[in-house]
């Protein structure tokens, strides 16, 4: 049996040298646990060997989760990868030090509100479909461009960059190239892209921000 704390050595120790082979310093790179259906102990775990960034892809099972381990490492940094309902984004920017998945204006201007109305400035991610899959969120390429004016501008939230998640049964490093030239053409900093699959390839493809669960946590009950 590895536990939490060995898995997570092996993914840090992979990212650096992901890292190294394409001249990039690892500390550019922030790996984001992906802790989402996994009990509190088990976060615990990274928690105690020093990892602080998480992400959870539910508002309320981190509700459940957070503001206890919150008590004990109150320099934790969660983000919140997973779609979010309008009817829950005061909960999310209460909770939520980054919401990486704004894709649309009626939640962009939700958000905008919500962090005027409790006077916090979180750090928001606008999630691309670059895959154009009508089952997954996400703005589609073409509209990227308008929906950054949108949001960082006229709404002026703190757009850091671009999420995306890949097709399943597609070559990622396409889709990780896209959404680059998306960033760089709309100057936004960061990328979060590649998860426990193909974090290394997003490496080489400028990520900053990778999320990885399985590889860290063990495989997720399947629902
Ligand atoms: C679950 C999830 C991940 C982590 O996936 P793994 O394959 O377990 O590493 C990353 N990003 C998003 C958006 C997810 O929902």
């Known amino acids: 049996m590895t536990t939490v704390s060995e898995r997570l050595a092996t993914v840090r120790a992979q990212l650096e040298k992901a890292a190294r082979e394409c001249a990039r310093p690892p500390q550019d790179?922030?790996?984001?646990?992906?802790s989402k259906t996994h009990p509190p102990?088990?976060?615990?775990?990274a928690l105690d060997v020093g990892?602080?960034?998480?992400?959870?892809?539910?508002?309320?099972?981190?509700?459940?989760?957070?503001?206890g381990l919150r008590a004990d490492f109150p320099d934790v940094e969660l983000h919140l990868i997973g779609p979010l309902q309008t009817n829950k984004v005061r909960e999310a920017v209460a909770l939520f030090d980054v919401i990486e998945t704004v894709d649309r204006e009626k939640l962009a201007r939700r958000l905008a509100e919500e962090m005027a109305e409790q006077d916090l400035r979180r750090g928001v991610f606008l999630q691309v479909n670059t895959?154009?899959?009508p089952q997954k969120s996400?703005?589609?390429?073409?509209d990227l461009d308008d929906f950054v004016r949108l949001t960082r501008d006229d709404l002026g939230?703190?757009?850091?960059?671009?999420?995306?998640i890949p097709p399943q049964a597609e070559e990622p490093a396409l889709h990780f190239a896209l959404l680059r030239t998306l960033a760089r053409r709309n100057g936004l900093a960061a990328l979060s892209m590649g998860m426990s699959a193909d974090y290394e390839i997003a490496v080489q493809l400028g990520a900053s921000h990778i999320r990885v669960g399985t590889a860290i946590f063990g495989e997720r009950p399947k629902l």
């Open 157 to 164: 939230l703190d757009v850091r960059g671009l999420m995306a």
């Open 138 to 142: 996400g703005v589609f390429p073409e």
């Open 51 to 67: 990892h602080r960034v998480f992400g959870e892809n539910r508002v309320q099972e981190a509700e459940a989760k957070w503001p």
């Open 41 to 45: 102990e088990a976060i615990r775990e």
């Open 29 to 34: 790179i922030t790996l984001v646990a992906v």
């Open 131 to 133: 895959g154009k899959e």
